[in-house]
């Protein structure tokens, strides 16, 4: 469903398809957050399905007990289905379970609901409105800010314990994160996410595609905002065929949710955001105000915590009825890339997936070493961004404030400067009211203050 490109070698290479060499079984795969009841299944799953992985111990850690025993005894149970000689294991101890590690998954939450609820709430008081509120406007400056200190001791960890261990990291701010574990430490990082994936499916059924592997994308941006520069529906420019589905469409497309916000911008840039209308909205000034209804117009909700409560509940309820046998268990992988991603490092086997790296030249007018999606090459050579040029200067002027706002909040939070962070405040498209942003952020701080020390004279997190 992709575009193919070319390896630094020359070679051809299409997402997914591998080019390299046989298994190597028995790498150590810690999954920290390895009590998360939407991640730890997915990811359990995927690891002991994945071919080349024969033999890996997968360890959770997590600093909540009672949920990570759950997703023990669901990952015992999914071992035995499997029939594989995978191993499971499970601590509090992030120290311990980061000891000789191979790879690491990172999917966390600092504070989890109850912080994210200030992410939101506080905001909502200022009239600033955020269907996620988890990567840009106040809602993700302050979970950065949040965040960071964390996972920055995370990585240090890493340092120490397993050096040559890759991150994945799928924790939001997806940017902000991995630029701040790049800038503190050496270990090697990937970031990714699964927006893509969605938009590939829409687009193949409004367009009536049959075959998924007749649908050829370029892309580039940042976390959350990344745009498809080029589509190719069986070798012709699929772009003509989108804008003829739009006009048959009329105003109704406003009822499309996941597109409507990227299908307007589209008709303005000429070119197709990724993320789901709820991502992409947050990143312009313009869909999500009282006029527009909170989004309402384009088909935006709000999710608010206590929806987020509700589907927790439910991932834990699914869990224990599949733990009890009330439940069937169907072992199937799921479309996230991590296991295959893994897999491809530790067999040497070059594969194309989409990725968030430092860019070391793949957009080229975005700085270098921000943190940039792409297709990048995984494998043999480690993971290698794959080049797409200038982006258009319109779609270059929507990434670039973003890209130094985000500079701006992780020098915040590695320093604990109120200033620098009110200046990431300031630049951002959802704060319109220049008087109200700082009070804002005084809130924020002092209700993440728990999680904030460097910001009154503390020392950062462990």
Known sequence: MRIS??????RDLMPGKTNGVGPMAGAKIVVIGGGSYLWSPRMMQDLVLEEGLEGSTITLMDIASEPLQLMLKLGEKIIRRAKTDSKIEGTTNRREALEGADYVILTISTGGFETMKHDLDIPLKYGVYQP???????????????N??????????????????WLINYTNPMTTLCRAVNRTTKIRTIGLCHELFGTLHWLQE???VENESDIHVKIAGINHLVWILDLRIKGEDGFPLLKRYMESRGDSILDRGRVAVNLELFKVFGCLPVAAARHTSEFFPYFLTEETQAGKKFGIKLTTIADR??????????????????????????????SRIISALANRKDEVHVMNLPNRGQVANLPRDAVVETYGVVGARGACGMEVGDLPLGVLNTLYPHVVKYELTVEAALTGDRNL?????????????????SKMLDELLEANAEYLPQFFGGEKSA
Do not use: W
């Open 148 to 165: 960071i200190p964390v996972v920055v001791d995370i990585a240090k960890d890493m340092e120490d314990l397993c050096p040559n261990a």
């Open 5 to 10: 490109y070319k390896s630094a070698s020359g």
């Open 206 to 208: 409004a367009l009536h």
């Open 309 to 338: 409560v509700r589907r927790a509940a439910k991932e834990r309820e699914n869990a224990e009825k599949m733990v009890r046998g009330e439940r069937p268990l169907r072992l199937v992988k799921s479309e996230e890339t991590a």
């Open 132 to 146: 996620v509120g988890d990567t840009t406007g106040p809602g993700g400056i302050s979970r950065a800010l949040r």
């Open 421 to 437: 962070a009110l200046q990431a405040m300031l630049t951002d498209p959802l704060i319109r009211n220049f008087e109200s942003a």
